[in-house]
Protein backbone atom coordinates (compact mmCIF):
# COMPACT_ATOMS: atom_id res chain seq x y z
CA UNK A 1 0.00 0.00 0.00
CA UNK A 2 1.28 3.41 -0.68
CA UNK A 3 2.01 5.64 2.09
CA UNK A 4 0.20 9.30 1.82
CA UNK A 5 3.79 10.81 0.12
CA UNK A 6 3.75 8.64 -2.86
CA UNK A 7 -0.57 8.55 -2.60
CA UNK A 8 -0.31 12.95 -2.84
CA UNK A 9 2.35 13.91 -4.24
CA UNK A 10 1.21 17.46 -4.59
CA UNK A 11 1.18 17.96 -1.24
CA UNK A 12 4.63 17.46 -0.04
CA UNK A 13 6.25 20.46 -0.93
CA UNK A 14 3.50 22.63 0.46
CA UNK A 15 4.36 24.88 3.16
CA UNK A 16 2.42 24.62 6.55
CA UNK A 17 0.85 27.99 5.82
CA UNK A 18 -0.32 26.46 1.97
CA UNK A 19 -1.58 22.71 4.14
CA UNK A 20 -3.73 25.22 6.29
CA UNK A 21 -4.85 27.27 3.35
CA UNK A 22 -6.12 23.80 1.77
CA UNK A 23 -8.27 22.66 4.71
CA UNK A 24 -9.52 25.66 4.61
CA UNK A 25 -10.79 25.81 1.45
CA UNK A 26 -12.08 21.98 1.57
CA UNK A 27 -14.56 23.03 4.60
CA UNK A 28 -15.53 25.93 2.61
CA UNK A 29 -15.99 23.86 -0.15
CA UNK A 30 -18.22 21.34 1.72
CA UNK A 31 -20.07 24.14 3.46
CA UNK A 32 -20.84 25.83 -0.24
CA UNK A 33 -21.74 22.09 -1.28
CA UNK A 34 -24.07 21.93 1.96
CA UNK A 35 -25.90 25.15 1.23
CA UNK A 36 -26.09 24.63 -2.58
CA UNK A 37 -27.86 21.42 -1.82
CA UNK A 38 -30.11 22.94 0.73
CA UNK A 39 -31.22 25.86 -1.43
CA UNK A 40 -32.01 23.39 -4.26
CA UNK A 41 -34.43 21.20 -1.83
CA UNK A 42 -35.77 24.45 -0.76
CA UNK A 43 -36.49 25.87 -4.09
CA UNK A 44 -38.06 22.42 -5.50
CA UNK A 45 -39.90 21.29 -2.23
CA UNK A 46 -40.09 24.95 0.42
CA UNK A 47 -38.54 25.48 3.51
CA UNK A 48 -39.62 23.05 5.87
CA UNK A 49 -38.92 19.99 3.43
CA UNK A 50 -35.36 21.08 3.34
CA UNK A 51 -34.94 21.42 6.73
CA UNK A 52 -36.39 18.16 7.64
CA UNK A 53 -33.88 16.66 4.63
CA UNK A 54 -31.38 18.77 6.42
CA UNK A 55 -31.77 17.60 9.54
CA UNK A 56 -31.84 13.68 8.39
CA UNK A 57 -29.02 14.23 6.11
CA UNK A 58 -27.14 15.80 9.79
CA UNK A 59 -28.41 12.63 11.88
CA UNK A 60 -26.21 10.94 9.44
CA UNK A 61 -23.56 12.59 8.67
CA UNK A 62 -22.23 14.04 12.10
CA UNK A 63 -22.25 10.35 13.40
CA UNK A 64 -19.33 10.00 10.24
CA UNK A 65 -17.09 12.94 10.85
CA UNK A 66 -17.02 12.39 14.87
CA UNK A 67 -15.99 8.44 14.20
CA UNK A 68 -13.72 9.57 11.38
CA UNK A 69 -12.27 12.55 14.18
CA UNK A 70 -11.90 10.15 16.89
CA UNK A 71 -9.84 7.27 14.56
CA UNK A 72 -7.71 10.42 13.14
CA UNK A 73 -6.94 11.98 16.92
CA UNK A 74 -6.52 8.71 19.00
CA UNK A 75 -9.96 9.89 20.77
CA UNK A 76 -11.52 7.12 22.80
CA UNK A 77 -14.98 6.58 23.11
CA UNK A 78 -16.52 7.47 26.22
CA UNK A 79 -13.95 10.18 26.74
CA UNK A 80 -16.17 12.62 28.41
CA UNK A 81 -15.89 16.19 27.86
CA UNK A 82 -11.99 16.60 27.14
CA UNK A 83 -12.61 14.22 24.31
CA UNK A 84 -15.63 16.07 22.83
CA UNK A 85 -13.66 19.38 23.15
CA UNK A 86 -10.70 17.79 21.34
CA UNK A 87 -13.32 16.19 18.89
CA UNK A 88 -14.87 19.54 18.51
CA UNK A 89 -11.68 21.66 17.25
CA UNK A 90 -11.36 19.28 14.08
CA UNK A 91 -14.60 19.41 12.67
CA UNK A 92 -14.50 20.91 9.56
CA UNK A 93 -16.94 23.84 10.90
CA UNK A 94 -13.65 24.69 12.95
CA UNK A 95 -11.67 25.68 10.05
CA UNK A 96 -14.16 28.40 8.74
CA UNK A 97 -15.75 29.50 11.95
CA UNK A 98 -14.80 31.51 14.80
CA UNK A 99 -15.50 28.98 17.97
CA UNK A 100 -14.79 28.84 21.57
CA UNK A 101 -15.41 26.63 24.91
CA UNK A 102 -16.19 28.26 28.09
CA UNK A 103 -17.46 27.06 31.41
CA UNK A 104 -15.22 23.38 31.06
CA UNK A 105 -14.90 21.30 33.88
CA UNK A 106 -14.93 17.56 33.91
CA UNK A 107 -18.98 17.11 33.17
CA UNK A 108 -19.65 19.96 31.62
CA UNK A 109 -18.88 22.50 29.10
CA UNK A 110 -20.51 25.64 26.81
CA UNK A 111 -19.41 25.83 23.60
CA UNK A 112 -20.07 29.19 21.34
CA UNK A 113 -20.05 29.41 17.83
CA UNK A 114 -19.00 33.48 17.87
CA UNK A 115 -18.99 33.69 13.89
CA UNK A 116 -20.93 31.34 11.58
CA UNK A 117 -20.37 31.78 7.89
CA UNK A 118 -23.75 30.88 6.85
CA UNK A 119 -25.42 33.40 9.54
CA UNK A 120 -22.49 36.21 8.96
CA UNK A 121 -23.28 36.22 5.11
CA UNK A 122 -26.94 36.41 5.54
CA UNK A 123 -26.27 39.05 7.77
CA UNK A 124 -24.26 40.95 5.06
CA UNK A 125 -27.32 40.04 2.91
CA UNK A 126 -29.51 41.62 4.99
CA UNK A 127 -31.56 38.74 5.48
CA UNK A 128 -32.88 37.39 8.53
CA UNK A 129 -30.56 34.46 10.78
CA UNK A 130 -31.34 31.01 8.76
CA UNK A 131 -33.23 29.07 11.44
CA UNK A 132 -31.19 26.17 11.73
CA UNK A 133 -31.89 25.12 15.64
CA UNK A 134 -33.67 21.79 14.52
CA UNK A 135 -30.77 20.89 12.51
CA UNK A 136 -28.52 21.71 15.11
CA UNK A 137 -30.32 20.32 18.08
CA UNK A 138 -30.04 16.78 16.02
CA UNK A 139 -26.38 17.29 14.68
CA UNK A 140 -24.69 18.55 17.82
CA UNK A 141 -26.57 15.49 20.26
CA UNK A 142 -25.49 12.37 17.72
CA UNK A 143 -21.71 14.27 17.77
CA UNK A 144 -21.61 14.12 21.30
CA UNK A 145 -23.30 11.32 21.85
CA UNK A 146 -21.08 9.26 19.28
CA UNK A 147 -18.10 10.77 21.48
CA UNK A 148 -19.41 10.09 24.69
CA UNK A 149 -22.93 8.43 24.92
CA UNK A 150 -23.03 9.73 28.38
CA UNK A 151 -23.19 13.41 26.98
CA UNK A 152 -26.40 14.98 26.95
CA UNK A 153 -26.78 18.43 24.88
CA UNK A 154 -28.74 21.47 25.61
CA UNK A 155 -29.15 24.42 23.20
CA UNK A 156 -29.14 27.31 25.43
CA UNK A 157 -29.54 29.54 22.06
CA UNK A 158 -29.55 29.26 17.99
CA UNK A 159 -31.53 31.05 15.40
CA UNK A 160 -34.31 31.33 15.32
CA UNK A 161 -34.02 32.21 18.73
CA UNK A 162 -32.86 35.65 19.87
CA UNK A 163 -29.19 35.65 20.29
CA UNK A 164 -26.60 38.43 21.96
CA UNK A 165 -24.33 40.01 18.68
CA UNK A 166 -21.07 38.06 19.63
CA UNK A 167 -22.78 34.85 19.31
CA UNK A 168 -24.89 33.06 16.95
CA UNK A 169 -25.26 29.67 18.83
CA UNK A 170 -24.51 27.85 22.31
CA UNK A 171 -24.37 24.78 23.17
CA UNK A 172 -24.40 22.90 26.61
CA UNK A 173 -22.92 19.14 26.88
CA UNK A 174 -23.39 17.39 29.97
CA UNK A 175 -21.94 13.85 30.91
CA UNK A 176 -24.65 12.32 32.94
CA UNK A 177 -23.32 10.59 36.40
CA UNK A 178 -24.65 6.97 36.09
CA UNK A 179 -25.40 7.08 32.32
CA UNK A 180 -23.63 4.09 30.53
Not at 108 to 137: I, T, Y
Request: hydrophobic share 40%.
Amino acid sequence: MLDESERFPQLTDLSRGQLIGLLQDAAKNWLAHDGTWFQAVEREHGMDVAIRADTESWRHFTVVEAKRIMKRHGIKEGGGISALVKALSYRFYAFINVQDVVEQTNTRVVFHMRDCRVQSARKRKGLADFPCKPVGLVEYEYFAGTIDPRIKTRCLYCPPDEHPRDSFCAWEFIVEEGAK
